[in-house]
């Protein structure tokens, strides 16, 4: 059966974890590189989760580490109670047995582009920082790719400072992520999808139960009793597994539905609404859509995908 190659930049992170999980699991994909980027905590920690991610769960691909700040504006560097202190919830890691890549991500992305040779499934769940470097330094990036998903953005926002209009991933670096959009054909998956599939209590217990007692079923069952506690019991979003969707997405296209429209992002660091994917819902730009939003999403088939999940890496 011919795979699809993928890379996956992201910013482990709990739900980085999950998508990266997710990914490994799928019989369609081949894991060519994850590239790590600072974004939920520090790039040193998201640097070191990739490598941990790469061993504990088998995955035979490049660890190959990018930016560990953004383009222009300074990073915010603030540890929140979203992801733990290692950025992993509660999860132990043993220490990596192998290093990173020698090239940066820019050039892994790159190199694996030309030799998937237009078969390159491109997916970017953190702030986009190694994506626009990519494209800076390789013009012809887009046309060597398949498609390009995000988990960004969306028709609301996370970050209090900009009144919730700005996303996380966009918010961490607005000149990457506008850089993108108007280079790239993005597929959107942003919060107003990844909050419409938001897990249920009951879903986490399943899940949890699901899980089996092996090393890779720990990393699920320590990240779905962090995340439940959490969200349960601390009131922050872990219910909300916003990378997991994105991956989800190119599993089963049915866990969700994206309509075109005309998006900017806003990246004037003196608008309060710097970070904003401002989306053209109304259509009255007058401007040709540029962009896949999700915009419905199928919550019992995603919550039925990560039960599957962890029902999976209870076998392994
Ligand atoms: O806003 C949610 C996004 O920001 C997710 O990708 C999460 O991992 C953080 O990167
Ligand atoms: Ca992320």
Known sequence: ???????????????????????????????????????????????KNALALREMLDIDCRVAFGADKPLVIPYFNKITGTHGEAGVGTVKFPPSKLGPDEKPAWDVIYEEAVKANGELLLFAVGPLTNIAIALRKYPDLPKLLKKFVIMGGGTFGNISSTGETAEFNIWVDPTAAKEVFEKLDVYMVGLNATHAAELKKADFDEMIALCGDNEKAYLLRELSKFSMRNAFERGFDNSVIHDALAIASEINPDVLEYEDYYVFVEDDPQKKNAGQTVIDLERKSGKEPNCHVAMKVNQPLFAQMMKDLCKYYGTK
């Open 1 to 47: 059966m011919k795979k699809t190659p993928i890379i996956i930049d992201c910013d482990p992170g709990v739900d980085d974890s999950y998508a990266i999980a997710l990914a490994n699991s799928c019989e369609f994909f081949d894991i060519k590189a994850i590239t790590p980027v600072e974004g939920n905590v520090p790039a040193e920690l998201t640097r």
